[in-house]
Nanobody, 120 residues
Framework: QVQPVESGGGLVQAGGSLRLSCAGSGRAFSSYAMAWFRQAPGKEREYVAA????????YYADSVKGRATIPRDNAKSTVDLQMNSLKPEDTAVYYC?????????????WGQGTQVTVSS
């Protein structure tokens, strides 16, 4: 079992960058695929980025492709989301999740979320 805890959200201007971090408590962090989701007010939750247990395969939503990376460090039990060229439409609560694979329905452990607000 792993409990994700997000940090790093905040207010940033459009065009800027932000790095979110997720720390996974428990010794099993490296056994899980990790992902970032986001949910904006009035919208469905969006599967933003994901990375396999080994880090060998990643997934990015079209909305962030080319602007985001999802590095993980199994030694530190962390996975980050680096986002550049931020847009107002990136405003959302961002959630870190752990699961068994890259399928968006495979995530079973969720963090509390961190707010990201991008001002125009």
């Amino acid at each position: 079992q792993v409990q994700p805890v997000e940090s790093g959200g905040g207010l940033v201007q459009a065009g800027g960058s932000l790095r979110l971090s997720c720390a996974g408590s428990g010794r099993a962090f490296s056994s899980y695929a990790m992902a970032w989701f986001r949910q904006a007010p009035g919208k469905e939750r969006e599967y933003v980025a994901a990375i396999t247990r080994s880090g060998g395969t990643t997934y990015y939503a079209d909305s962030v492709k080319g602007r985001a990376t999802i590095p993980r460090d199994n030694a530190k039990s962390t996975v980050d989301l680096q986002m550049n060229s931020l847009k107002p439409e990136d405003t959302a609560v961002y959630y870190c999740a752990a699961g068994s694979g890259l399928g968006k329905s495979q995530y079973v452990y969720w963090g509390q979320g961190t707010q990201v607000t991008v001002s125009s």
